[in-house]
């Protein structure tokens, strides 16, 4: 299935900020970018990057520097898939869930409300991206009589947003991504009963 992969890679990863530099911010995204394109081959999707500016990638890049729903609205065409490229612990496995479910709209949220990874199959449906996206994308494609399939998933549902996640993917993950946080010194620590990111 056609596979866009949206992607801004200026000043990306904010709410990284306080424990990864500018250019750190950028590797690491580029590293999570990378897994994705894999992930979705592995699937026998079809990835395209759609990034805000010309980027290195190994697939197709679309550039559209318009805001994220405008951009991917514009480039969904038949039947689309819409993945995230900070989802660092998708697998090839969760994926083929994500193309098999049935539905006008297919949706993997994210926690806290966010919409990780979608598959659009009605022309009317509209792209409402950030804040509580799942919710509007929800209200998005009842007001235009789409069905809706849900996909439960813990690494589609787990995006790579703030320093709490990257212990998730220490622990989870399984490619540049996490190789490229172990190389920056980070590990998993016990504190408390709990599991914490922490950088030597
Ligand atoms: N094409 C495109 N992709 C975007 C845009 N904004 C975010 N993205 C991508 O959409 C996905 C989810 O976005 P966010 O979780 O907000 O990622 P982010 O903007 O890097 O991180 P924050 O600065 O913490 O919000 C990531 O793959 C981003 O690279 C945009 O304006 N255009
Ligand atoms: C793009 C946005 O991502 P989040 O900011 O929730 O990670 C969303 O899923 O609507």
């Given at each position: 299935m056609r596979t866009l992969v949206p992607f801004?890679?200026?000043?990306?990863?904010?709410?990284?900020a306080a424990v990864l530099s500018p250019a750190e911010r950028r590797q690491f995204a580029d590293a999570m970018l990378a897994d994705v394109l894999r992930t979705v081959r592995a699937a026998g999707g079809d990835p395209v990057v759609l990034a805000t500016e010309p980027v290195d990638a190994d697939a197709p890049v679309v550039v559209d520097d318009r805001d994220l729903s405008t951009a991917v609205e514009a480039a969904i065409g038949g039947e689309t898939a819409v993945v995230m490229a900070d989802l660092a612990l998708a697998t090839p496995d969760a994926l083929e869930r994500l193309y098999e479910a049935r539905g006008d709209v297919v949706v993997a949220p994210g926690r806290?409300?966010?919409?990780?990874a979608l598959v659009v199959r009605h022309d009317g449906f509209e792209l409402d991206y950030h804040g509580a996206s799942y919710r509007a994308h929800r209200e998005n494609a009842a007001r235009v009589g789409a069905t809706v399939e849900e996909v439960d998933s813990l690494r589609l549902g787990t995006d790579i947003d703030e320093p709490g996640d990257l212990v998730d993917l220490l622990l989870l993950g399984d490619g540049r991504a996490v190789d490229w946080l172990r190389d920056a010194g980070f590990r998993v620590r016990e504190a408390d009963g709990r599991a914490v990111a922490e950088r030597e």
């Open positions: 801004g890679p200026s000043n990306p990863l904010t709410r990284l806290g409300g966010g919409t990780n």
